[in-house]
Antibody, heavy 125, light 107 residues
C-alpha cells in the first residue's frame, strides 16, 4: 500500500525546536518530490515547504522561511521538517504529501496524491 | 506571493444539484491549479490537477475548468458524500498557495 506516515509532533515552548518525520512506503520515494502542508485548528490549509526528489532544491512559504528546514533521506525513505524558533502561530496539524508531478501536453503539474493523516504540533508555555 | 481567493466561502445545496466553486489568482498562473477535497478530521484528497485533469478514481461528476486567473470546480450532481471543504492550490510558482476554502453542506 502506498502511504506516508508523519511523526514527531508534540508540545513545545515558544522559541523551541521540533523535528517532524514522514516515513514513506509502497512507492519509490527517491523518485518523487514531497511537500509539507499544515492546518491550524479550525483554519484552512497552508502550504509551507517543498523538496525535489533529489533533495537538491527546496522552497518555503514566507511564514516559515529562515526558521524551518525541509530535508530528505532517500536511502531511508524519510522526509523531515526541522522547525526552529517556534511561535504560537505555528501550532497546527502538519501533513506530508507526495507530488505525483504529472506531465500533460508538455507541461508538468504538481498533484499531491498521497497524504498522511498528520502530526499535531502545539506551541505553548 | 500569488494570492488565491475562492467564492463562495460556503454553500448549502440539495442532493442532485449542480454546484460551482470559483477560484481566482492574483496573477496569471496558466492552468497550474489543483483542487482538493477535505472532510473533517481527514487528510486532503486530490480531485483535479492541471485545472481540468481528473485524478484517477475520482467520480466523473467532478470537473474543473479555467486558465489564467479564473478557475471553477463543478460538481454536476451533488451527492451526500460530497459534503466537505474544497480548496484550490496554485502550483505555478513558489511559494505554492492555497485558497481559503469553500465549505459545501447538504441541505
Amino acid at each position: 500500500e502506498v502511504q506516508v506516515l508523519e511523526s514527531g509532533g508534540g508540545l513545545v515552548q515558544p522559541g523551541g525546536s521540533l523535528r517532524l518525520s514522514c516515513a514513506a512506503s509502497g512507492f519509490t520515494f527517491s523518485g518523487y518530490a514531497m511537500s509539507w502542508v499544515r492546518q491550524a485548528p479550525g483554519k484552512g490549509l497552508e502550504w509551507i515547504s517543498y523538496i525535489r526528489s533529489s533533495g537538491g532544491s527546496t522552497y518555503y512559504a514566507d511564514s516559515v522561511k529562515g526558521r524551518f528546514t525541509i530535508s530528505r533521506d532517500n536511502s531511508n525513505n524519510t522526509l523531515y521538517l526541522q522547525m526552529n524558533s517556534l511561535r504560537a502561530e505555528d501550532a497546527a496539524v502538519y501533513h506530508c504529501a507526495k507530488d505525483l508531478r504529472v506531465p500533460v501536453g508538455g507541461v508538468t503539474f504538481s498533484a499531491f496524491d498521497i497524504w498522511g493523516q498528520g502530526t499535531m504540533v502545539t506551541v505553548s508555555s | 506571493a500569488i494570492q488565491m481567493t475562492q467564492s463562495p466561502s460556503s454553500l448549502s445545496a440539495s442532493v442532485g444539484d449542480r454546484v460551482t466553486i470559483t477560484c481566482r489568482a492574483s496573477q496569471g498562473i496558466r492552468n497550474d491549479l489543483g483542487w482538493y477535497q477535505q472532510k473533517p478530521g481527514k487528510a486532503p484528497k486530490l480531485l483535479i490537477f492541471g485545472a481540468s485533469s481528473l485524478q484517477s478514481g475520482v467520480p466523473s461528476r467532478f470537473s474543473g475548468s479555467g486558465s489564467g486567473t479564473d478557475f471553477t470546480l463543478t460538481i454536476s450532481s451533488l451527492q451526500p458524500e460530497d459534503s466537505a471543504t474544497y480548496y484550490c492550490l496554485q502550483d505555478y510558482d513558489f511559494p505554492f498557495t492555497f485558497g481559503p476554502g469553500t465549505k459545501v453542506d447538504i441541505k
